[in-house]
T-cell receptor
Framework: GQQVMQIPQYQHVQEGEDFTTYCNSSTTLSNIQWYKQRPGGHPVFLIQLVKSGEVKKQKRLTFQFGEAKKNSSLHITATQTTDVGTYFCAGPQDSGAGSYQLTFGKGTKLSVIP | EAQVTQNPRYLITVTGKKLTVTCSQNMNHEYMSWYRQDPGLGLRQIYYSMNVEVTDKGDVPEGYKVSRKEKRNFPLILESPSPNQTSLYFC??????????????FGEGSRLTVL
């Protein structure tokens, strides 16, 4: 079945440094979603990318979808302590008969040192 | 307020004692799903439902049951819990879209400990 691999598993950065997490799929994705989970919280939807080569920005966050629609990245510029949490990518898996489910990467846990 | 509500939020139980974790959403979503989250393993899907009376297995369905009798509710049933089902459980819902699953709205999680 489809696998979604995410690296790195952990990342510790000094406040103000940049951070990037990468997501790779074994199959072409129709779209990819990104979620953030704060410590002790639940995953919260950040964004969905649909088009090949798409780039979207949300303030200091930049999301990219690869040209082949098999990889994606999330880049945070000048991290802040509020960025702490685990970032997940998720891609739809065709379960047959028009049934789709999201497959999540294992996430990248970001720690920001003040 | 649009939300997904899970109960209980915390539960400690013993092996073999049947339990149900309830999940309810007020957004009229067709799609609902259960995930378990374990350290180093990320979010793994247990069961999902595309609509009322339509359920299907996810990646880790063993030891769990679900039902979808009403659109808003999707309970997770552990008939005979075992210690390896100790985990953090999330219910999620979304509008169903063709060739995709829309943005998932997650509940706040249910932390289950099986002794």
């Amino acid at each position: 079945g489809q696998q979604v691999m995410q690296i790195p598993q952990y990342q510790h950065v000094q406040e103000g440094e940049d951070f990037t997490t990468y997501c790779n799929s074994s199959t072409t994705l129709s779209n990819i979603q990104w979620y953030k989970q704060r410590p002790g919280g639940h995953p919260v939807f950040l964004i969905q990318l649909v088009k090949s080569g798409e780039v979207k920005k949300q303030k200091r966050l930049t999301f990219q979808f690869g040209e082949a629609k098999k990889n994606s990245s999330l880049h945070i510029t000048a991290t802040q302590t509020t960025d702490v949490g685990t970032y997940f990518c998720a891609g739809p898996q065709d379960s047959g008969a028009g049934s789709y489910q999201l497959t999540f990467g294992k996430g990248t846990k970001l720690s920001v040192i003040p | 307020e649009a939300q997904v509500t899970q109960n209980p939020r915390y539960l400690i139980t013993v092996t073999g004692k049947k339990l149900t974790v309830t999940c309810s959403q007020n957004m009229n979503h067709e799609y609902m799903s259960w995930y378990r989250q374990d350290p180093g393993l990320g979010l793994r899907q247990i069961y999902y439902s595309m609509n009322v009376e339509v359920t299907d297995k996810g990646d880790v369905p063993e030891g769990y049951k679900v039902s979808r009798k009403e659109k808003r509710n999707f309970p997770l049933i552990l008939e005979s819990p075992s210690p390896n089902q100790t985990s953090l459980y999330f219910c999620a819902s979304s509008f169903r879209r063709i060739s995709s699953t829309g943005e998932l709205f997650f509940g706040e999680g249910s932390r289950l400990t099986v002794l």
